[in-house]
């Protein structure tokens, strides 16, 4: 059997620098990402950059079902005990890791308007993303949508975390928000709302119209991605929020 040892080696269409440039590296399964960063192969067997790749997963998968969770917190060391990961190809995978972390976590300034679901995550995944517990949250604005600042309002386990409307509301009021977004983390990474999830959303939305503290959306986020309950569900419908 043959092996390539360079991404060089493989045909010019199959090769994940050239797929990426060409398409976008979202298209990039894991893998041939990995195989950018470390260039060459070997390892079991002389495997190719890609296939050296694959392994690199299928050996962090051992320890974790999700092997992105496990590369997420790989030590160098870690990464350096799998056949044909040195010290070059680890600081590699682990410098590509933090940077995708920090662009990831750049939290927006004060007085930023917050006017999507998406600068709503963004401004709340430094809290949220990736946590081991599930955290509850808010995202406290003014009158004009624009961030006052964000505050956890309580920790939980791993899958379940407890925030009552008096508390986050009690919070919103101390800060003199006039508006709040509130989120939490799904740790698993689903992004499925739950029964209590909705529930929770539904007392916070009749609590905000007592209020009149609208409630503007009710945010799920795990492994970099974020669900809208306002976009997937009807309950801004059944209590009508001042926007």
């Avoid at 990402?33 to 690199?56: D, E, F, H, N, R």
């Avoid at 609590?207 to 986020?221: E, R, S």
Wanted: glycine share 8%.
């Amino acid at each position: 059997m043959t092996y390539c040892l360079r991404i060089a080696d493989l045909p010019e269409n199959e090769r994940p620098r050239e797929r990426l440039i060409a398409h976008g590296a979202k298209i990039l399964a894991t893998a041939e990402l990995i195989a950018i960063l470390i260039g060459t192969g070997q390892g079991p067997g002389k495997l190719s950059a890609v296939g050296l790749g694959q392994y690199i997963l299928q050996q962090l998968g051992k320890t974790q079902n999700d092997p992105l969770a496990a590369l997420r917190d790989v030590t160098p060391a870690e990464l350096m005990t799998i056949p044909g990961v040195g010290e070059a190809k680890a600081t590699s995978i682990i410098a590509a890791i933090e940077l995708g972390k920090r662009a990831f976590l750049s939290r927006p300034s004060e007085g930023t308007v917050i006017d999507s679901p998406l600068a709503a995550a963004a401004t709340l995944s430094q809290d949220l993303m990736w946590q081991n517990q599930e955290r509850f949250a808010v995202l406290l604005l003014d009158v004009k949508n624009r961030l006052l600042g964000t505050k956890v309002i309580t920790i939980g386990t791993a899958t379940e975390t407890l925030a009552s409307p008096r508390d986050i509301f009690r919070e919103v009021i101390k800060q003199g928000a006039t508006r709040v977004i509130v989120a939490h983390n799904h740790p698993s990474g689903s992004l499925e709302p739950s029964q209590a999830d909705i529930d929770l959303t539904r007392q916070l939305l009749a609590g905000a119209q007592l209020l009149t503290i609208p409630v503007l959306d009710h945010l799920i986020i795990g492994n970099g991605e974020h669900q809208s309950l306002r976009e997937i569900t009807d309950l801004w419908d059944e209590y009508p929020q001042e926007d």
